[in-house]
């Protein structure tokens, strides 16, 4: 199996920043696309910042010059930067990836998503 296991979530004013963390793991053969998506109260999850296997990045319009991914193959974990964060970038944040696992001796591809963690700006 294979689990998405983010951290770095939490409170924070206007203005300040968070670093989220998103760690794979389980029998993983390899991962392709890794990203970001966030859902606020009332709305639908919307894709924040993905990255490709070989690091090619895109960013949703709302987070551009503000937001970074990043990720770090060795440790199958990717990241989000973020910065000048804003009251309307509250929602809970989920990671997901397109992964390619061991089954037997198979390779099967899945998507998969983390449990969400909850970011919140406020003054």
């Given at each position: 199996?294979?689990?998405?296991?983010?951290?770095?979530?939490?409170?924070?004013?206007?203005?300040g920043s968070l670093r989220l963390s998103c760690a794979a793991s389980?029998?993983?053969?390899?991962?392709?696309?890794?990203?970001?998506?966030?859902?606020?109260?009332?709305?639908?999850?919307?894709?924040?910042?993905?990255?490709?296997?070989?690091?090619?990045?895109?960013?949703?319009?709302?987070?551009?010059?503000?937001?970074?991914?990043?990720?770090?193959?060795?440790?199958?974990?990717?990241?989000?930067?973020?910065?000048?964060?804003?009251?309307?970038?509250?929602?809970?944040?989920?990671?997901?990836?397109?992964?390619?696992?061991?089954?037997?001796?198979?390779?099967?591809?899945?998507?998969?998503?983390?449990?969400?963690?909850?970011?919140?700006?406020?003054?």
């Amino acid at each position: 199996q294979v689990q998405l296991v983010e951290s770095g979530g939490g409170s924070v004013q206007p203005g300040g920043s968070l670093r989220l963390s998103c760690a794979a793991s389980g029998s993983i053969f390899s991962i392709n696309g890794m990203g970001w998506y966030r859902q606020a109260p009332g709305k639908q999850r919307a894709l924040v910042a993905d990255i490709s296997s070989d690091g090619s990045t895109d960013y949703a319009d709302s987070v551009k010059g503000r937001f970074t991914i990043s990720r770090d193959n060795a440790k199958n974990t990717v990241y989000l930067q973020m910065n000048s964060l804003k009251p309307e970038d509250t929602a809970v944040y989920y990671c997901n990836a397109d992964i390619l696992r061991w089954v037997g001796v198979s390779r099967i591809r899945g998507n998969y998503w983390g449990q969400g963690t909850q970011v919140t700006v406020s003054s």
